[in-house]
């Protein structure tokens, strides 16, 4: 009994005195602004030893593009979403869109993927439990996106009017 109230009182000793021992160590001296404004500017330099610099981007949108998002809950919606990460990763008109890849499982006929960017369906399929089928599947969603993304872009570049704007045009 004695030495489980000589450890509770040690834990209690240490929880409540590290605070106190911390506050009482002596603050460091403060630097000058100039000295701050430069450790600043080293962290957010564009460039270092470790790598090239970050290309800014032609027309000065800070719009991120170029990410899949992962929205599947089974393992062969999880397996199709790998698989078409893989093989869309050096697609250069995938790798430059916004996608979100979806699943809405059902315990009788598989699941139902579909892949969308904003408000705009490119694939949809019906995948079966079976892992196998999802990597075939996966291949010809990247070509039926590849596509669609192509026919957008195109469709886009013929059609401008100043009147609407990029989501009201299709």
């Known amino acids: 009994m004695n030495a489980l109230r ?3 009182l040690m834990a209690l000793s240490a929880v409540f005195l590290m605070p106190i021992a911390w506050a009482e160590t002596p603050n ?3 630097t000058d602004g100039a000295q701050e404004q430069a450790d600043i500017d080293a962290i957010n330099q564009l460039d270092s030893p470790d790598g ?3 290309q800014q981007r032609p027309n000065g949108s800070s719009e991120l593009t170029g990410v899949l998002v992962d929205r599947t809950i089974t393992m062969a919606g999880k397996t199709f979403y790998r698989a078409f990460s893989q093989l869309a990763m050096g697609n250069p008109l995938i790798g430059n869109a916004t996608l979100t890849i979806h699943e809405r499982p059902d315990a009788r006929w ?3 993927v579909w892949i969308m960017e904003a ?3 490119y694939f949809r399929t ?3 439990p079976k892992i196998s089928e999802a990597d075939r ?3 010809e969603a990247v070509q039926i996106v590849e596509e669609a993304l192509l026919q957008r872009q195109l469709s886009s570049a013929m059609s401008s009017d100043q009147d ?3 989501e009201e045009l299709n």
């Open 6 to 8: 000589t450890t509770a």
């Open 52 to 54: 090239p610099a970050i």
């Open 119 to 121: 408000n705009r369906m």
């Open 110 to 112: 598989g699941s139902q």
């Open 28 to 30: 460091l001296a403060p």
């Open 137 to 139: 599947a996966a291949g």
């Open 164 to 166: 609407l704007g990029s």
């Open 126 to 128: 019906q995948l079966s």
